[in-house]
C-alpha cells in the first residue's frame, strides 16, 4: 500500500479546481473512491496526523495542538515528539507484524521511531537536527544524493517571490527522497507526507481564491498555486510509476483550508472582562508570554494559534493560581456564556463554539485546556499577542497569513479490485488507522477508537489475507 499526505488540503482544491493541473491524481480519481475526511477537532496537523495515524481521538492521545505547557505552566514550551503519543502508530502496529514499512515525514516523526524499516523525520524536526532518520545512517546518505534535505519553509516571512521557488524546491526534494527509498526494497506499506500544501494556502491563499476578502485578480502570484500543484502532482506521478498493479493507493489530507477573515485578541479580551489582569499595560503586538500578569488576580488565559485554547488559574494547579477548585464550573459558565456574546467587526455575532475538551473525546490525558474556542467557525484566528486597541485584527498577529484550517481534508483510495469511481459520504480521520488494517487484512489492536470504514458506511470493500 502507498500512503500519499498533503497537509491540509480540501476537497475542492484537489477533486475540482486544481484538478487540471493534476493529470496523474485525475487518473486515479477515475479508478478510485473518494470522500471528504471529517479532521479532529481541533482540525490542526498536530493532532490530525496522529489521529490519522493511531486511530484514537486527541484527548485521548494527550495532544491538543503543536504545542503544550511544561508542568501546567504559563507558556507553550513543549513541543509534541513522537514518543509522546501513549499508544503505538500505524506504523508500529505493522512493523511488530512483520511488515516493511517506509515513511517519509509523516507527524509526528520526530526523533524517528524504530519500525521494522526506515523512517524520515518530519516538519517539526528541530532546525539542525541530525538525527533525522531511522536507521540513523539514512540521514547522511540521503544529504549524500540530495543534498540538503529540507523539513519546511518559513511560510510567514513576508517574501512571496522567494517563498514560492522555496517551496517548489522543498517538495521536489521530498518526493525525489520519497522515490528513491521507495525503490530500495519492495515495501508493504510506504507513506510519505508533504507539508508544503498547508504552507501554500497559508501563503498564497488570498492570490488565488476571488472568495478572499483582499483577492486582486492583478495580483503577480496568481499561479503560484497551480504551480505548486502541478508540482505535487508531478511528485505523486513519479511514486505512482513505480508501484505494482497490486498496489493500494491512498491519498489523504489532514485538514481543509479556507480564506481568513483576522484575529480575535482572546487575551485583551479577557483583560476587558476582568478575567486576565495586567501590571502594566502592554504595548501593541506584545506576546502574551511577555505580558506583565498578575497572576494573583487572574482568572484565566487564553493560547494563541486557529483556535483559543482557554487555562483556568486554579489553585493548587497552576503555579500562581488563583480560582479556588469549587469555582471553576460557575468560572467556565460564565466565561462560556460571555464569549457566546462576543460581536465581530461588523455588529453580527461572532459565533464563538465554546466545548470542553470532556465533551469531545473518550477520554482527556495530558495537557489539556479547560475550554476550547472556535471563532466563526475557524474564520477568525485566537491572537497569541495582546495590547491592540482593537479586539479583531485584519491581519495575523504572527505575520503574514492568508489562510484558517476547515474542517474537511480529501479520502480518495485507489483499489485495484474495485477500480471505478465512487463518492462516499464525509469519512472520519479517526477511521482511516482501522481502515487501512481492514484492507490488509489486519484486526485492529483494541484501544483503537475508530471504525474500518466497510463498517462505517457499508461499502464493500475486500479484505485480502495478510501476506
Ligand atoms: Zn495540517
Given at each position: 500500500m502507498l500512503i500519499i499526505g498533503l497537509d491540509g488540503v480540501p476537497p475542492e482544491l484537489l477533486f475540482d479546481r486544481m484538478a487540471d493541473v493534476m493529470p496523474n491524481v485525475r487518473r486515479l480519481l477515475r479508478t478510485s473512491r473518494r470522500a471528504p475526511l471529517r479532521s479532529t477537532d481541533p482540525p490542526l496537523s498536530v493532532p490530525a496526523w496522529p489521529v490519522m495515524f493511531t486511530g484514537v481521538d486527541p484527548g485521548t492521545l494527550g495532544v491538543y495542538g503543536f504545542r503544550h505547557r511544561s508542568e501546567n505552566g504559563y507558556t507553550l514550551d513543549h513541543i509534541p515528539q513522537s514518543g509522546d503519543l501513549p499508544v503505538p502508530t500505524l506504523w508500529e502496529i505493522l512493523s511488530q507484524r512483520g511488515y516493511r514499512v517506509g515513511v517519509v515525514g509523516m507527524p509526528l516523526g520526530y526523533p524517528p521511531p524504530a519500525i521494522n524499516g526506515a523512517y524520515v523525520s518530519d516538519f517539526l524536526t528541530p532546525a539542525g537536527a541530525t538525527d533525522t532518520t531511522f536507521p540513523a545512517g539514512l540521514h547522511a546518505e540521503i544529504e549524500r544524493r540530495f543534498g540538503r534535505y529540507v523539513f519546511?519553509?518559513?511560510?510567514?516571512?513576508?517574501?512571496r517571490e522567494v517563498l514560492a521557488d522555496e517551496l517548489l524546491a522543498m517538495t521536489d526534494r521530498r518526493f525525489a527522497v520519497a522515490s528513491w527509498l521507495l525503490g530500495q526494497e519492495p515495501w508493504d506499506v510506504f507513506a510519505v507526507h508533504e507539508i508544503g500544501t498547508d504552507r501554500l494556502h497559508h501563503a498564497y491563499w488570498k492570490y488565488f481564491?476571488?472568495?478572499?476578502?483582499?483577492?486582486?485578480?492583478?495580483?503577480?502570484?496568481?499561479e503560484v498555486a497551480r504551480r505548486y500543484y502541478a508540482a505535487v502532482d508531478t511528485g505523486i506521478g513519479r511514486l505512482l510509476g513505480q508501484i505494482d498493479e497490486r498496489t493500494r493507493v491512498l491519498i489523504v489530507s489532514d485538514h481543509g483550508a479556507m480564506p481568513m477573515h483576522g484575529c480575535f485578541c482572546i487575551n485583551d479580551w479577557l483583560e476587558r472582562r476582568g478575567y486576565l489582569v495586567v501590571r502594566q499595560p502592554p504595548?501593541?503586538?506584545?506576546?502574551f508570554e511577555k505580558a506583565d500578569v498578575d497572576w494573583s488576580r487572574t482568572s484565566a488565559w487564553g493560547a494563541g494559534g486557529y483556535y483559543a485554547r482557554i487555562f483556568f488559574n486554579i489553585r493548587g494547579r497552576e503555579?500562581?493560581?488563583?480560582?479556588?477548585p469549587e469555582e471553576v464550573a460557575a468560572l467556565r459558565d460564565q466565561l462560556a456564556g460571555e464569549l457566546g456574546q462576543v460581536l465581530d467587526p461588523a455588529g453580527r455575532p461572532l459565533g464563538a463554539r465554546v466545548v470542553a475538551p470532556s465533551e469531545l473525546y473518550e477520554s482527556v490525558r495530558g495537557d489539556a485546556p479547560d475550554l476550547m474556542v472556535y471563532f466563526g467557525d475557524l474564520k477568525w484566528r485566537s491572537a497569541g499577542t495582546m495590547g491592540h486597541p482593537d479586539l479583531f485584527l485584519a491581519e495575523n498577529d504572527t505575520g503574514p497569513d492568508d489562510a484558517v484550517h476547515g474542517w474537511d481534508g480529501v479520502f480518495v483510495l485507489y483499489d485495484p479490485s474495485h477500480a471505478r469511481a465512487e463518492t462516499l459520504p464525509t469519512l472520519a480521520i479517526r477511521d482511516v488507522t482501522p481502515t487501512i488494517l481492514h484492507l490488509l487484512g489486519e484486526v485492529p489492536p483494541a484501544h483503537v477508537q475508530g471504525r474500518s470504514i466497510p463498517e462505517v458506511v457499508?461499502?464493500?470493500i475486500p479484505s485480502p489475507a495478510a501476506p
Amino acid at each position: 500500500m502507498l500512503i500519499i499526505g498533503l497537509d491540509g488540503v480540501p476537497p475542492e482544491l484537489l477533486f475540482d479546481r486544481m484538478a487540471d493541473v493534476m493529470p496523474n491524481v485525475r487518473r486515479l480519481l477515475r479508478t478510485s473512491r473518494r470522500a471528504p475526511l471529517r479532521s479532529t477537532d481541533p482540525p490542526l496537523s498536530v493532532p490530525a496526523w496522529p489521529v490519522m495515524f493511531t486511530g484514537v481521538d486527541p484527548g485521548t492521545l494527550g495532544v491538543y495542538g503543536f504545542r503544550h505547557r511544561s508542568e501546567n505552566g504559563y507558556t507553550l514550551d513543549h513541543i509534541p515528539q513522537s514518543g509522546d503519543l501513549p499508544v503505538p502508530t500505524l506504523w508500529e502496529i505493522l512493523s511488530q507484524r512483520g511488515y516493511r514499512v517506509g515513511v517519509v515525514g509523516m507527524p509526528l516523526g520526530y526523533p524517528p521511531p524504530a519500525i521494522n524499516g526506515a523512517y524520515v523525520s518530519d516538519f517539526l524536526t528541530p532546525a539542525g537536527a541530525t538525527d533525522t532518520t531511522f536507521p540513523a545512517g539514512l540521514h547522511a546518505e540521503i544529504e549524500r544524493r540530495f543534498g540538503r534535505y529540507v523539513f519546511d519553509v518559513s511560510f510567514r516571512s513576508g517574501e512571496r517571490e522567494v517563498l514560492a521557488d522555496e517551496l517548489l524546491a522543498m517538495t521536489d526534494r521530498r518526493f525525489a527522497v520519497a522515490s528513491w527509498l521507495l525503490g530500495q526494497e519492495p515495501w508493504d506499506v510506504f507513506a510519505v507526507h508533504e507539508i508544503g500544501t498547508d504552507r501554500l494556502h497559508h501563503a498564497y491563499w488570498k492570490y488565488f481564491d476571488p472568495a478572499h476578502p483582499e483577492f486582486d485578480p492583478e495580483n503577480p502570484y496568481a499561479e503560484v498555486a497551480r504551480r505548486y500543484y502541478a508540482a505535487v502532482d508531478t511528485g505523486i506521478g513519479r511514486l505512482l510509476g513505480q508501484i505494482d498493479e497490486r498496489t493500494r493507493v491512498l491519498i489523504v489530507s489532514d485538514h481543509g483550508a479556507m480564506p481568513m477573515h483576522g484575529c480575535f485578541c482572546i487575551n485583551d479580551w479577557l483583560e476587558r472582562r476582568g478575567y486576565l489582569v495586567v501590571r502594566q499595560p502592554p504595548t501593541p503586538g506584545t506576546p502574551f508570554e511577555k505580558a506583565d500578569v498578575d497572576w494573583s488576580r487572574t482568572s484565566a488565559w487564553g493560547a494563541g494559534g486557529y483556535y483559543a485554547r482557554i487555562f483556568f488559574n486554579i489553585r493548587g494547579r497552576e503555579r500562581s493560581g488563583a480560582v479556588a477548585p469549587e469555582e471553576v464550573a460557575a468560572l467556565r459558565d460564565q466565561l462560556a456564556g460571555e464569549l457566546g456574546q462576543v460581536l465581530d467587526p461588523a455588529g453580527r455575532p461572532l459565533g464563538a463554539r465554546v466545548v470542553a475538551p470532556s465533551e469531545l473525546y473518550e477520554s482527556v490525558r495530558g495537557d489539556a485546556p479547560d475550554l476550547m474556542v472556535y471563532f466563526g467557525d475557524l474564520k477568525w484566528r485566537s491572537a497569541g499577542t495582546m495590547g491592540h486597541p482593537d479586539l479583531f485584527l485584519a491581519e495575523n498577529d504572527t505575520g503574514p497569513d492568508d489562510a484558517v484550517h476547515g474542517w474537511d481534508g480529501v479520502f480518495v483510495l485507489y483499489d485495484p479490485s474495485h477500480a471505478r469511481a465512487e463518492t462516499l459520504p464525509t469519512l472520519a480521520i479517526r477511521d482511516v488507522t482501522p481502515t487501512i488494517l481492514h484492507l490488509l487484512g489486519e484486526v485492529p489492536p483494541a484501544h483503537v477508537q475508530g471504525r474500518s470504514i466497510p463498517e462505517v458506511v457499508g461499502a464493500s470493500i475486500p479484505s485480502p489475507a495478510a501476506p
